[in-house]
C-alpha cells in the first residue's frame, strides 16, 4: 500500500488540537505524528489548516430501514441499497458502522425477523464491496420470543458484533403511553387506528408472557462470543441498576435526566443521538442530549438515523460551549471504540492505529468533510 503523508493539518487527538501538525501512514496504519509547518510534496496531501480528526465509529444507525424501505411497503434490494447507503456513510465521516437491525416481528417494515436476518447476512456477504470498515448491531425485543431461535443461530455463526435489547410496548421505555406510540408507529408505517390497537393490544400481551430466561440465554451466548452488549431506552435508575448486575455497560438513549444520573454514577456508559443533539431535541420528546451533556451525563454519539447529522452535531457542542473539540470527538470515535472493544485498532490519531481519518474545513458557516480515509486509503473526497 503507498504511503501518504497529510501535512499542515489541526490534528485533533483525545486530548488536544496540533496545529500545523504532519500524520504520515504506511502500510493502512498511521506511522508517525508531528508538528511544525511543512512543503508539499508527492504523495502529500496539503490540508491547509483544515482539522484532520478520527473517523466517526457509528455504534447504532438504522438508516439502512429507510434505505430498504423508503416508503411503507415499498421495497429496494437489499444489497443495493447497502451499496448506496456505503458511500453515502464515507461523505459523513463514518469509517467504521455498525448497522441496527431490529428483531421484532411485532413491529412494522423490515423489522420482520426473516427479513432482518436476511438483511443481517447480506452486510455481512458483501464486506469486500463496502468503502467503510462495516459490522452489525442486532436489536431484540424482548416481547418477540420468536426471534430468539434466530438470534441464537446469528450469535452462534458470529454474524453478530453488537447485541442490545429493547421493548417498545407502551407504556415504559420510549413510549410513555399508548398515544405516544400511535402518534409515532400511525403516521411513519401509515397504520389505521385498527391496525395499530392490533399491534398494541399483541405487545402487551407478549409483554406479560416474556421470559427472562430468554434474555439471560442470549445474553449469555453473547458474554461467550465476546459481543458487546447494550439496553435500549432505559427509563429508570432500577433498569440502571439491573445492567450493572448483569455487567452490561452500555446503556442506549435513556428517556430522562434520572436514569441518565444513574447511569454516570454506576459507571454505565450513555450512548445519545447526533439528531438529538443537532436539532435540540427528542423526536419522542424524551431526554434532551444537549442538557443531559450539560450536566454532564452522556459518554457516545451515534447517528441513531441521521448519519450527517455526526460532523455537525460535535460542532454544535463546540459552538455551544458544552464540549471542547477533542472532548466531543471521543464522544464519536474512541469511546463508541473503547465501548466494544476495538479502541486498540481504530477509534483516534496515535501511532499504530488505522489510518481511519477525515479532514474538515469550513463550508462557511458550517463543517465540511473534504475527505474521507480508512486504512489509509481515500474512500471519499470533494472539491
Not at 420468536?146 to 417498545?168: N, T, Y
Request: hydrophobic share 40%; net charge neutral.
Amino acid at each position: 500500500m503507498t504511503n501518504i503523508t497529510i501535512i499542515n493539518a489541526r490534528v485533533v487527538t483525545p486530548f488536544e488540537v496540533l496545529k500545523d501538525a504532519t500524520v504520515t501512514i504506511a502500510d493502512s496504519l498511521i506511522s508517525s505524528i508531528s508538528q511544525g509547518k511543512a512543503a508539499p510534496s508527492s504523495n502529500c496531501i496539503d490540508a491547509k489548516g483544515q482539522y484532520l480528526l478520527p473517523g466517526f465509529i457509528d455504534l447504532h444507525c438504522d438508516a439502512i430501514e429507510k434505505g430498504i424501505e423508503p416508503r411503507p411497503r415499498t421495497f429496494f434490494p437489499a444489497d443495493i441499497a447497502l451499496f448506496e447507503l456505503d458511500k453515502n456513510l464515507a461523505g459523513c465521516g463514518v469509517t467504521t458502522m455498525y448497522h441496527s437491525l431490529s428483531f421484532a416481528d411485532q413491529e412494522i417494515g423490515i423489522r420482520a425477523n426473516q427479513m432482518a436476518a436476511s438483511v443481517l447476512r447480506k452486510v455481512n456477504e458483501m464486506q469486500s464491496n463496502f468503502r467503510v470498515k462495516t459490522k452489525v448491531h442486532t436489536r431484540f425485543e424482548i416481547t418477540d420470543k420468536s426471534a430468539v431461535p434466530i438470534l441464537k443461530e446469528l450469535i452462534a455463526e458470529d454474524q453478530v458484533s453488537l447485541f442490545s435489547f429493547m421493548d417498545h410496548s407502551p407504556g415504559q421505555g420510549q413510549f410513555k403511553t399508548i398515544a405516544s406510540f400511535k402518534k409515532y408507529y400511525g403516521p411513519v408505517y401509515k397504520k389505521s387506528e385498527m391496525e395499530l390497537n392490533e399491534i398494541i393490544e399483541k405487545k402487551l400481551q407478549a409483554r406479560q408472557e416474556s421470559s427472562q430466561q430468554h434474555i439471560e440465554e442470549l445474553l449469555n451466548l453473547c458474554r461467550d462470543k465476546q459481543i458487546a452488549i447494550a439496553s435500549h431506552d432505559d427509563d429508570s435508575p432500577e433498569k440502571i441498576s439491573w445492567l450493572k448486575k448483569q455487567n452490561i455497560g452500555l446503556s442506549e438513549f435513556p428517556v430522562n435526566m434520572e436514569t441518565a444520573r444513574a447511569a454516570s454514577k454506576q459507571g454505565v456508559q450513555t450512548l445519545l443521538g447526533s439528531p438529538n443533539v443537532f436539532r435540540g431535541a427528542s423526536q419522542s420528546k424524551n431526554l434532551n442530549a444537549r442538557e443531559a451533556i450539560a450536566n454532564g451525563y452522556g459518554d457516545i454519539l451515534c447517528s441513531d438515523y441521521a448519519p450527517m447529522t455526526l460532523i455537525h452535531a460535535v460542532f454544535t457542542l463546540v459552538s455551544l460551549g458544552l464540549k471542547s473539540l477533542p472532548d466531543a470527538i471521543r464522544m464519536t470515535s474512541l469511546n463508541p471504540a473503547q465501548a466494544v472493544g476495538i479502541d486498540q485498532q481504530t477509534g483516534s490519531i496515535e501511532v499504530g492505529k488505522a489510518a481511519d481519518l477525515m479532514l474538515v474545513g469550513n463550508g462557511g458557516h458550517f463543517p465540511r468533510i473534504q475527505r474521507t480515509l480508512v486504512n489509509g486509503r481515500e474512500v471519499f473526497r470533494t472539491c
